[in-house]
């Protein structure tokens, strides 16, 4: 996934130890949720966590707290480096 710079976002930094993720927040999405990882992978969220529904449901949380669907309204591009 790769969102055109003219497009709006909202974005966070998060970093652990040596491991740095910055998150890029779509409004009027669709609900695509992407990783990139440090050797240039992309793949989507659910495949990032290979299976591991505690993993995915922590990172969703957020938008279940609101609304069960409110996912379904954003992209994200999420892209990790180091670590």
């Known amino acids: ?3 055109t710079p003219s497009q709006q976002y909202s974005y966070a930094v998060g970093r652990r130890k040596s491991s ?3 998150v890029k927040l779509f409004p009027r999405g669709s609900g695509k949720f992407a990783v990139r990882q440090p050797n240039g992978k992309i793949q989507a969220l659910v495949d990032y966590f290979g299976g591991n ?3 995915l449901d922590n990172a969703m949380a957020p938008f279940f707290a609101i ?3 409110l996912h379904k309204q ?3 591009e999420i892209v990790i480096s180091g670590g």
């Open 1 to 3: 996934m790769s969102m």
């Open 20 to 22: 740095t993720a910055i």
């Open 53 to 55: 529904v505690h993993l």
């Open 67 to 69: 609304d069960k669907n």
């Open 74 to 76: 954003f992209d994200a």
